[in-house]
């Protein structure tokens, strides 16, 4: 059900082409999905040919047992090797004196969502975007609280004092955020987007940030733009700044949905612009530089929208100071890797693709171990018609990687094979990659990109069947 929806730059991530490096990844129609080659590795450098899992309990049931015996709540970290917010986060506030501080407080759980062993909980819980933070009561292991986007600190500890307060709250509330997270799980958006409505205008309720971002992706998911930029003008004198950044994403994320001629788009646009900007001469002490790096990729899209292009440049300059920074104070390749896909979003906005791709080929060097950092690179070449040299990289990427970017990529390096003419070796990895895809749990499906697939499978049969023998 799962796809990558960006909060900067665009709306909804497809196989062959990413948005933005976003703060998080937002449903579609099927299964979680990488980026299209432009997303971080895994915070670890192990090889990714073996499947990794940072889990502290070798299943859910475990991890609740343990937090049923010390009476804690669960906290459950969903995350995958490509999702570059997932990385920032592992890196930068799970750092090993929180995790101990954690313990006093909640019993963590760690989930990569591309494993198979993964599916049942994605399907179970109707998991929708990454970054995921889920508290679950041990007992029931219902949802009590829930946070996705760049999580900074201090919204883990709001996310459990929610927890603690949705757990005690009277339970008409308790049963509206049950049936609004049941609703978005069976994609009936409009009734999801109003129940959310309700429980962020509740002021004894214990989960406001999540309600007001469901509301709002929810209202654009059912086709309501400017329903949803009327809530995100309502909402962004909220004080917690990720949560503030969050919801600027959403509203322009909306606004941008509107028809141009529409008389809301522009002073959407202009609110969020006016909200943005301080954010950049003074950013909130809990921001990390992915956060900032945000704020002005934000800035820089809303200008863009504006028909403003030397301002946006001027903000995509910024912007790629600040990522620059960050990988040169990295402790190692990997490290700094989980700052490429932002970078090299900044180097094509300027219109700087060589440096970019120098960029992922020197990263690709660095880390052959890491499936992703393949794709990304092979996803760029092919991005660039240089289909010769993307056919090696992807086959690669594709031999690396697990779950769904496996088959992912295998579609890629079709493309590749499409690209270079070589009709039959198209359509052979094009079925692989479906079967693939056709092979995945439930959990981890995605029918839209399946479709996708089987569309170029046929087109490369029917060119295939058109060449003289």
């Known amino acids: 059900m799962l796809a990558l929806a960006a909060c900067s730059e665009g709306q909804q991530l497809a196989p062959s082409a990413a948005p933005s490096e976003g703060a998080s990844l937002a449903l579609s129609s099927g299964g979680l999905a990488p980026s299209a080659g432009l997303a971080p590795s895994a915070a670890s450098s192990l090889p990714m040919h073996a499947p990794q899992s940072f889990e502290s309990a070798p299943s859910l049931e475990a991890a609740a047992a343990q937090a049923r015996k010390l009476g804690l709540p669960l906290l459950v970290d969903l995350w995958a090797a490509w999702c570059a917010p997932c990385t920032a986060f592992r890196s930068n506030v799970l750092v090993p004196s929180f995790r101990q501080e954690l313990s006093t407080q909640a019993v963590l759980y760690e989930l990569d969502v591309d494993l198979e062993s993964s599916a049942s909980f994605t399907e179970r819980y109707g998991v ?88 709002l992706d929810t209202a654009l998911a059912a086709g309501e733009p400017g329903r949803c930029v009327a809530l995100a003008g309502s909402y962004l004198s909220v004080p917690e700044a990720t949560l503030r950044l969050a919801l600027l994403q959403s509203m322009v994320a909306c606004a941008t949905s509107l028809p141009e001629s529409d008389a809301a788009r522009r002073p959407a646009l202009d609110l969020a612009l006016s909200v943005c900007e301080p954010m950049l001469k003074q950013p909130s002490a809990s921001f990390s530089a992915h956060e900032r790096a945000e704020s002005f990729a934000l800035a820089a899209w809303i200008e863009s929208e504006r028909g403003n292009a030397a301002r946006a440049r001027e903000l995509q300059l910024a912007r790629l100071d600040i990522l620059e920074q960050a990988a040169a104070r990295a402790a190692d390749a990997l490290s700094a890797s989980a700052y490429d896909p932002a970078r090299v979003k900044a180097l094509l906005a300027l219109d700087r693709a060589e440096q970019a791709l120098e960029l992922l080929t020197t990263r690709a060097r660095e880390l052959p171990q890491q499936y992703e950092v393949q794709g990304r690179l092979g996803t760029q070449l092919l991005s660039q018609s240089r289909a010769s040299e993307a056919q090696p990289v992807l086959a690669r990427a594709a031999e690396l990687a697990y779950g769904a970017p496996k088959w992912i990529y295998k579609a890629r390096l079709a493309d590749a094979y499409l690209q270079l003419g070589d009709l039959k070796a198209a359509a052979l990895h094009y079925q692989g990659a479906l079967n693939g895809f056709e092979r995945l749990p439930a959990g981890q499906r995605d029918l839209a990109r399946e479709a996708d697939t089987r569309e170029r499978l046929a087109s490369a049969k029917k060119l295939l069947a058109a060449v003289p023998q």
């Open 128 to 215: 929708f975007s990454l970054p995921n933070l889920m508290v679950l009561d041990p007992q029931t292991l219902n949802v009590v609280a829930q946070r996705t986007g760049f999580i900074a600190r201090e919204d883990v500890t709001e996310l459990l004092a929610s927890a603690r307060t949705t757990m005690q709250a009277p339970s008409a509330s308790r049963v509206r955020l049950e049936q609004a997270r049941e609703a978005r799980k069976q994609e009936r958006f409009i009734a999801a987007s109003k129940l959310f409505e309700a429980e962020a205008a509740d002021a004894n309720s214990g989960a406001k940030g999540e309600a007001m971002l469901a509301a």
